[in-house]
């Protein structure tokens, strides 16, 4: 089911300070103070840059071990985000948020571990950066279904692009049945 932000404790959506002129603009993506005021981690292991085709899916993944967030924005192009809760225990379990990002809007996106995360490419040359939380681990890494149909994700009727890679992403319930998961136990 799609929630908005405001119903699922965790993530935090924020238009990033924009200082546009006759030049362009100044982009404040990151500032830590405001960051820790809005009670998100300030300190970031590894960046991450995509670019993408229109209709390119990417996700739903995470990283279980170690657990990893995920302060996300499109720079260029738009992107549909989507964050699925699969934390076990969670009274929104399986439940998802989705948010229009563009490289207009500023939004900044904040998904803490416990969160599949995954995104649609609306324009080609869309560029999404991730700053985490940890650092990669190719044993720690899993994902969910893009087009698991429990989920009810409304992806936009673009033809999808999907790795193959993603297309064998096991079912939230599969997940949720695996003792990995634990990981993420909603507190």
């Not at 929104?92 to 490289?103: K, N, Y």
Request: net charge negative; charged share 25%.
């Amino acid at each position: 089911m799609r929630r908005s932000i405001e119903e699922v404790k965790g993530p935090v959506c924020f238009t990033a300070q924009c200082y546009p002129d006759e030049r362009g603009f100044l982009l404040q993506s990151y500032v830590r103070s405001d960051l820790e005021a809005r009670g998100i981690p300030s300190e970031f292991l590894q960046a991450i840059q995509s670019r993408s085709r229109r209709g390119t899916i990417r996700g739903l993944h995470f990283q279980w071990d170690p657990p990893q967030g995920k302060l996300i924005r499109c720079v260029t192009g738009a992107i549909l985000d989507v964050a699925v809760d699969i934390r076990p225990g969670s009274p929104t379990v399986g439940d998802h948020v989705a948010l229009e990002m563009s490289g207009r809007n500023g939004l900044v996106f904040w998904l803490p571990p416990g969160f599949a995360h995954g995104f649609i490419a609306l324009e080609d040359d869309t560029i999404v950066l991730y700053e985490c939380t940890a650092e990669w681990s190719q044993s720690g890494e899993n994902g969910i279904l893009w087009n698991d149909p429990a989920l009810e994700i409304e992806w936009p009727g673009i033809p999808p692009i999907v790795s193959a890679k993603d297309r064998r992403n096991p079912t939230l319930e599969q997940w949720l049945a695996d003792s990995r998961s634990r990981a993420f136990d909603f507190v």
